[in-house]
């Protein structure tokens, strides 16, 4: 059972480029979260989404920054415009649907954003 | 406003003896929480999670205690193994699938 993919592993933008970031959960997850990690931080959540829904976005930035996860294909986070400051890591997590109780979410490898 | 605390920003054990992690967290309405592990450049990995009915969870040397009353979790390992030498980062949540509030990690060094 092939764990949580994301690619690309690194990322180098000049400022003002798109960047786009992919994730693969785990099979049979229904549940994609994004993360971001900035240096000496803790992971920051960003959004929450199951196919074609959005569910949580409380953590992303109200500007150049989306998200989806189609019906097929992986979950794409999406920033507009890069800056310096979204230079990071981030991160994509699965899990299964769980009704009630605890859970665990399994984290990709990461995306290491780089802006120039 | 940092819902879950991780104070030490680095611990170091000698091989062999008892690793703490600590973690405190502020909002009442958190009832699981989890330990992940993270080596550089890699993804967290998933170690232990605890729900709120328990307050104590083991696996093999691994134990995680929950203290509701104090809000405070910690996390045990024992023997410590130079292999554990990594990010310990604290997570809590909601119950159901909701998003994991991290700590800003302890680095645990293990030293042969």
């Known amino acids: 059972n092939a764990g949580v993919m994301q690619n690309p592993r690194h990322l180098v933008r000049r400022r003002g480029q798109e960047a786009r970031l992919r994730c693969s959960p785990m099979k049979g997850h229904s549940h994609v979260y994004w993360y971001r990690q900035l240096p000496e931080e803790g992971l920051k959540f960003m959004v929450y989404?199951?196919?074609?829904?959005?569910?949580?976005e409380s953590g992303m930035p109200k500007e150049r920054f989306s998200a989806e996860f189609p019906k097929e294909g992986p979950s794409i986070l999406r920033i507009q415009q890069v800056v310096r400051g979204d230079s990071a890591a981030y991160f994509c997590?699965?899990?299964?649907?769980?009704?009630?109780?605890?859970?665990?979410?399994?984290f990709g490898p990461g995306t290491r954003l780089t802006v120039t | 406003d940092q819902q879950v605390k991780q104070n030490s920003p680095s611990l170091s054990v000698q091989e062999g003896r008892i690793s703490i992690l600590n973690c405190d967290y502020t909002n009442s309405m958190f009832d699981y929480f989890l330990w992940y592990k993270k080596y550089p450049a890699e993804g967290p990995t998933f170690l232990i999670s605890i729900s709120s009915i328990k307050d104590k969870n083991e696996d093999g040397r691994f134990t995680v205690f929950l203290n509701k009353s104090a809000k405070h979790l910690s996390l045990h390992i024992v023997p410590s193994q130079p292999g554990d030498s990594a990010v310990y980062f604290c997570a809590a949540s909601v119950k159901g699938n909701t998003p994991l509030v991290f700590g800003k990690g302890t680095r645990l060094s293990v030293i042969a």
């Open positions: 989404l199951q196919k074609e829904n959005i569910i949580d």
């Open positions: 997590a699965s899990s299964p649907r769980v009704k009630g109780g605890g859970y665990e979410q399994y």
